[in-house]
T-cell receptor, first 116, second 111 residues
Framework: GAGVSQTPSNKVTEKGKYVELRCDPI?????LYWYRQSLGQGPEFLIY????????DSGLPNDRFFAVRPEGSVSTLKIQRTERGDSAVYLCASSLISARQGNEQFFGPGTRLTVL | SQQGEEDPQALSIQEGENATMNCSYKTSINNLQWYRQNSGRGLVHLILIRSNEREKHSGRLRVTLDTSKKSSSLLITASRAADTASYFC???????????FGTGTSLTVIP
């Protein structure tokens, strides 16, 4: 595809359930980022992948959050034992090399997660 | 936590006027980028300025960077109704790979 895609676009779950959010980056982009955006706020950094490895996961709020990128392309953000406070839009972005090297990030449309 | 803050939080102007948004940040940066977000959609990259640059232009956009004051400004000239969106600055630190967004400025351009 031409851009970053994320699935599902909306996810409603119950407190305590497990969810997986998927991101398909632009082909050939080695850097991939996950963010969380609450209403009226800017995106909050969660984790950064360079290739297959999590180069920086310092933004993950706690050990209920985990992300993988096993083949250096598609990434999955996993949230265990969801809480109401996890409700937000989860954004994925990819860039050719890395934002630190001055590459712009291309964002997906996001997954709106609602925890009831 | 958010690295930067935009000012003002909200801005409403008439079409044709210029819009200026400011961003302040906290740590040393490698580069600073401005993004735009239309309601309910993903972010779109507008312009990037490196830490050794002071000013940059792209079409109707002008960005300045003052590393001594840890601040940047985004100027949109001759605004259009289609410029209505939220605008965020984002910084990349010199020491890590975290990408920090500010709190955003909500711009409304009245036709």
């Amino acid at each position: 595809g031409a851009g970053v895609s994320q699935t599902p676009s909306n996810k409603v779950t119950e407190k305590g359930k497990y969810v997986e959010l998927r991101c398909d980056p632009i082909s050939g982009h080695t850097a991939l980022y996950w963010y969380r955006q609450s209403l009226g706020q800017g995106p909050e950094f969660l984790i950064y992948f360079q290739g297959t490895g999590a180069a920086d996961d310092s933004g993950l709020p706690n050990d209920r959050f985990f992300a993988v990128r096993p083949e250096g392309s598609v990434s999955t953000l996993k949230i265990q034992r969801t809480e109401r406070g996890d409700s937000a839009v989860y954004l994925c972005a990819s860039s050719l090399i890395s934002a630190r090297q001055g590459n712009e990030q291309f964002f997906g449309p996001g997954t709106r997660l609602t925890v009831l | 936590s958010q690295q930067g803050e935009e000012d003002p939080q909200a801005l409403s102007i008439q079409e044709g006027e210029n819009a200026t948004m400011n961003c302040s940040y906290k740590t040393s940066i490698n580069n600073l980028q401005w993004y735009r977000q239309n309601s309910g959609r993903g972010l779109v990259h507008l312009i990037l300025i490196r830490s050794n640059e002071r000013e940059k232009h792209s079409g109707r956009l002008r960005v300045t960077l003052d590393t001594s004051k840890k601040s940047s400004s985004l100027l949109i000239t001759a605004s259009r109704a289609a410029d209505t969106a939220s605008y965020f600055c984002a910084t990349v630190s010199n020491t890590g790979n975290q990408f920090y967004f500010g709190t955003g400025t909500s711009l409304t351009v009245i036709p």
